[in-house]
C-alpha cells in the first residue's frame, strides 16, 4: 500500500526558488512564473512515492544515504524524507558545482 506524505518546504530551499524565478524574471517575468510554477508542482507529487527519486550522487559517493533528488531540468530538487514529511532541502542549477554546495549546506564546513 502506498503511503502519503506531506511536502514541507525548508527555508533554505524557498530561497533558492526565489534566487531562481529573480534571475529568470529579469528578461522575463512570464517564463518566470511558468518556471515557478513547473518546479512547485514536480516537488507536490512528492507526496506519493518519493522513494522512486534517485539517492543524489554526490552525496552516495560519499556515504550519505538520506538524501534523494528530483530533476526537473537544468534544476535538482533535493529532499529527504522522513516519517510522514518531505523535507524540500534545495533547489540547484545542476550547472554549478552540486557536491561543494550539498556537503556544505548538509554537513557544514
Do not use: H
Request: one cysteine or more.
Amino acid at each position: 500500500m502506498n503511503r502519503n506524505y506531506e511536502v514541507v518546504w525548508a527555508r533554505v530551499a524557498e530561497n533558492d526558488l526565489k534566487e531562481i524565478i529573480d534571475y529568470i524574471a529579469v528578461d522575463s517575468p512570464a517564463n518566470a512564473l511558468k518556471i515557478f510554477r513547473k518546479i512547485k508542482e514536480k516537488a507536490s507529487c512528492l507526496y506519493t512515492m518519493p522513494e522512486r527519486c534517485r539517492i543524489v550522487p554526490e552525496l552516495k559517493d560519499q556515504g550519505i544515504m538520506q538524501y534523494r533528488e528530483l530533476i526537473v531540468p537544468p534544476w535538482r530538487i533535493i529532499f529527504r524524507i522522513a516519517k510522514i514529511r518531505i523535507y524540500v532541502l534545495s533547489v540547484l542549477d545542476s550547472r554549478r558545482n552540486i557536491e561543494d554546495i550539498l556537503l556544505k549546506r548538509l554537513i557544514g564546513d
